[in-house]
């Protein structure tokens, strides 16, 4: 990769995660130049590593650090598969400007040494070392996993057109089934506007039902489909929707503890990403389904699970779920023992949840933060 000033927003994180991968790189090289065992020190990823900080609002790794030497046989392997990652990353991905999925650099490796990994799960926790390592997401330095979420709304954004090389703008109501979420859009510059809010959307057909009942107008509200639990490139998406455009953020998932948890993951982070910053927003905002709608619009429900009572005692006791609006939520659902889909909203009209719901919704959630429950 060339060291001219770079253009535009994701050729500054590329040529950064690049730099850093070199200085890897040349840190091990220089090792080896003095007749030493190579080895690099990296913080730990252990669950005594790992705390939630109150300051930053997310889970972060503390200040311990392991070293992973090639004098230690038991070592050797992770080893050289942590360099392989780097020198895949840097050489194959970063400077001709490929990108790769996590399954791709599995097989990649496959043909390019003798089984360097024996599963996916394998060469999947060696990227995130490489990530702890360097201090950069996986994203950064071209490795994506599948797309799977989707983005409607009034939002103009550019990026560096691919066949000829030039700077493009497409607005997200283009496609009026919503853009994919992948590499493209993750590192793309944000240029304008008109929205006022995000509401993050647990399920497709959701999603859907509020694109055609045109709730993007109708809120000013930029919708982005999480497809379950939202892979990390739609929560760094939502961050900077927060962040640089300043626009408030709303999650509505299914009415369920599993649901909550898909909120928190986007507002506080999670263990496994506890080495990255730049994923979470603090102050998204849960706007339901909550135990209080089901029983208020007598919503379709499903029996409570063993699974779904472990869950949510554990959600009592989480320091990420403390605030008194969730905390009563969530006790709430204890005494229900009932959970509904947020697609159960449509039981009462095709268009109940934009003509009745979010309005009321929103003017709840307004009445909560002024009398500080969220």
């Given at each position: 990769?060339?060291k ?6 994701a050729?500054?994180?590329?040529q950064q995660?690049?730099?850093?991968l070199v200085?890897l ?6 090792q ?7 080895e690099?020190d990296?913080?730990?990823r252990?669950?005594s590593?790992?705390?939630y900080?109150e300051?930053t609002?997310q ?7 392991i ?12 080893f ?5 990652v ?6 194959d991905?970063?400077?001709p400007g490929?990108?790769?999925t996590l399954?791709?650099?599995y097989y990649?490796s ?5 089984k360097m990994f ?5 060469s999947d926790?060696i990227?995130?070392d490489?990530?702890?390592?360097i201090g950069?997401?996986?994203e950064?330095?071209n490795?994506?996993p599948?797309?799977?979420s989707?983005i ?7 990026f560096?057109?691919?066949?000829t ?5 497409i607005?997200?109501?283009f496609?009026?089934d919503?853009q994919?979420?992948?590499?493209t859009m ?10 006022k ?13 509020l694109i ?6 109708k809120f000013d509200a930029?919708?982005?489909h999480l ?11 939502i ?5 640089e455009?300043?626009l ?6 299914d009415?369920d503890?599993?649901g909550?948890?898909i909120y928190?993951v986007i507002a506080?982070g999670s263990a496994?990403?506890a080495?990255?910053s730049g994923?979470t927003?603090?102050d998204a ?26 869950r949510?005692?554990?959600?009592l006791?989480d320091?990420?779920?403390q605030k008194p609006y969730?905390?009563e ?6 005494k229900l023992?009932?959970?509904a889909e947020q697609?159960?909203?449509t ?7 934009v003509?009745e719901?979010?309005p009321?919704k ?7 933060q002024?009398?500080?429950k969220?």
């Amino acid at each position: 990769m060339s060291k001219q000033k770079p253009e535009n927003r994701a050729e500054k994180i590329k040529q950064q995660s690049f730099d850093k991968l070199v200085t890897l790189g040349n840190k091990i090289y220089k090792q080896l130049q003095e007749e030493k065992y190579p080895e690099f020190d990296m913080p730990s990823r252990t669950s005594s590593n790992i705390y939630y900080d109150e300051k930053t609002r997310q889970f972060s790794l503390g200040k311990k650090k392991i070293r992973r030497s090639s004098r230690n046989v038991r070592h050797l392997k992770p080893f050289l598969q942590t360099m392989f990652v780097a020198m895949f990353a840097a050489r194959d991905l970063l400077e001709p400007g490929r990108t790769s999925t996590l399954r791709d650099l599995y097989y990649s490796s496959e043909s390019a040494m003798a089984k360097m990994f024996k599963n996916q799960s394998e060469s999947d926790n060696i990227i995130t070392d490489v990530e702890s390592i360097i201090g950069m997401a996986r994203e950064d330095f071209n490795i994506f996993p599948d797309a799977r979420s989707t983005i409607y709304g009034d939002l103009t954004i550019s990026f560096k057109d691919k066949k000829t090389g030039n700077k493009r703008e497409i607005n997200l109501t283009f496609n009026p089934d919503g853009q994919t979420i992948g590499p493209t859009m993750v590192r793309s510059d944000f240029v304008k506007t008109s929205a006022k809010k995000v509401i993050c959307i647990e399920s497709g057909g959701m999603f859907q039902r509020l694109i055609e009942e045109d709730a993007d107008e109708k809120f000013d509200a930029i919708l982005v489909h999480l497809a379950g639990q939202a892979p990390r490139g739609t929560r760094r998406i939502i961050r900077r929707l927060n962040e640089e455009m300043g626009l408030p953020v709303y999650a509505f998932v299914d009415g369920d503890p599993w649901g909550i948890h898909i909120y928190n993951v986007i507002a506080a982070g999670s263990a496994s990403a506890a080495h990255l910053s730049g994923l979470t927003t603090p102050d998204a905002v849960w706007m339901g389904l909550t135990a209080t709608d089901i029983t208020r619009y007598e919503l379709p429900t499903d029996q409570f699970t063993k699974g779904d009572t472990t869950r949510t005692v554990q959600l009592l006791r989480d320091p990420r779920y403390q605030k008194p609006y969730l905390q009563e939520e969530l006790k709430k659902f204890l005494k229900l023992k009932r959970k509904a889909e947020q697609q159960s909203l449509t039981s009462k009209s095709l268009t109940f949840v934009v003509d009745e719901y979010l309005p009321a919704k929103f003017k709840e959630i307004e009445k909560l933060q002024k009398a500080g429950k969220i």
